[in-house]
């Protein structure tokens, strides 16, 4: 899946998003040693998820009325298994649901250190083992991992908002990139999809990984 990852400092806000997983803000620390910008940007992020958390309500609604909704009301398109962003994606999701749910099948190559990243021979060493687990995973049959992935796009001019969404998992993810004004549209469209496809009761009650996702969009 695409994942974007920004980290500024040790206790600095990281942004990682994708199919296997939505687009995420993580906020680790209120060190004194941060930026005024980025505890600024902490504290503004920590009131605009308490003041989302406060109006989300039980409106559930399953992935297939989701993508209804969509191709109605943003010409939603599929995109064909034989794409080269469907083959790259399909993949990158096979990694890590394996890597999360049948992690045993890779064996010692399962956990792989993090490297010194100030050390240049521990870092080729790191994406040696990294590129070497990726074709170990490629490999396996898709039956170790049953998927019915899906990948869809909503066009603006010449870019693209691709939904990403897992039958089988229960993955719903957005990514999206352009010019100012079209990462403002798509934004709103993000927004308005992660809504509709909503939460249930339970998800509020045990703030689960659908209710936090939600938030999360909705704050950012």
């Known amino acids: ?18 199919a296997d997983g939505p687009t995420s803000i993580f906020i680790a620390g209120h060190s004194k040693k941060q930026p005024l910008k980025i505890r ?19 409106n559930p609604h399953s992935l297939s009325e989701t993508v209804q909704y969509a191709k109605d009301k943003y010409e939603l398109t599929e995109t064909a298994p034989a794409d080269r962003e469907y083959i790259e994606q399909i993949k990158c999701l096979k990694e890590s649901l394996i890597l999360q749910y049948e992690p045993e099948l890779l064996g010692e190559m399962k956990d792989i250190p993090v490297p010194d990243f100030s050390n240049e021979a521990s ?11 990726n074709e170990m995973i490629a490999e396996m049959p898709d039956s170790i991992i049953p998927m019915d992935f899906h990948l869809y796009k909503i066009r603006i001019d010449d870019d693209f908002l691709e939904m990403e969404i897992d039958y089988t998992w229960n993955i719903f993810g957005m990514s999206y990139s352009g010019n100012k004004a ?9 927004r308005d999809l992660y809504s509709y496809y909503g939460v ?8 689960t990984k ?8 909705l704050s950012s």
């Not at 899946?1 to 994708?18: D, E, H, P, V, Y």
């Not at 870092?123 to 687990?133: A, H, M, P, S, T």
């Not at 079209?182 to 993000?190: E, G, L, P, Q, T």
């Open 1 to 18: 899946m695409k994942r974007r990852m920004k980290q500024k400092s040790k206790n600095a806000i990281s942004i990682i998003g994708g």
């Open 123 to 133: 870092v080729k060493e790191y994406l040696g083992k990294i590129k070497i687990r």
């Open 182 to 190: 079209v990462m403002k549209k798509f934004k709103k469209i993000s």
């Open 200 to 207: 249930t009761e339970e998800d509020i009650k045990n703030k």
């Open 40 to 58: 600024i940007k902490n504290s503004i992020y920590r009131y605009k998820r308490k003041k989302v958390e406060k109006t989300i309500v039980a």
């Open 210 to 217: 659908r209710y936090s996702s939600l938030v999360t969009n």
